[in-house]
């Protein structure tokens, strides 16, 4: 059974910085693509980054690119995603996904989801 658990949201300042981790368990993950997704209120999901977990690439929504990072630990079966010069928008509830097979943007193509993690960015 896969478990994963999101840690590391918070409250910050616009500009700020914070790191979020996806603890995933249950099996080996090569093969998988893992994602984070965001959530805000009264919005639908939406795609924020992945990575391919045998290959380590990794890939960007538009929004975060160049301000975002996901990165995958294989000792620790971790998906970290850093994030730098956070801005209000950013603001939402942050979940980490997995799905078998190569990495695809679509909320709906990932079997396995956290329960997710709040980050409030202030102004």
């Known amino acids: 059974q896969v478990q994963l658990v999101e840690s590391g949201g918070g409250l910050v300042q616009a500009g700020g910085s914070l790191r979020l981790s996806c603890a995933a368990s249950g099996r080996t993950f090569n093969g998988y693509a893992m994602g984070w997704f965001r959530q805000a209120p009264g919005k639908e999901r939406e795609f924020v980054a992945a990575i391919d977990w045998s290959s380590g690439t990794p890939y960007y929504a538009g929004s975060v690119k160049g301000r975002f990072t996901i990165s995958r630990d294989n000792a620790k079966n971790t998906a970290d995603l850093q994030m730098n010069s956070l801005k209000p928008e950013d603001t939402a509830v942050y979940l980490c996904?997995?799905?078998?097979?190569?990495?695809?943007?679509?909320?709906?193509?990932?079997?396995?989801w956290g329960q997710g993690t709040q980050v409030s960015v202030s102004s």
């Open positions: 996904a997995a799905r078998r097979g190569w990495v695809i943007a679509t909320v709906t193509s990932y079997e396995y």
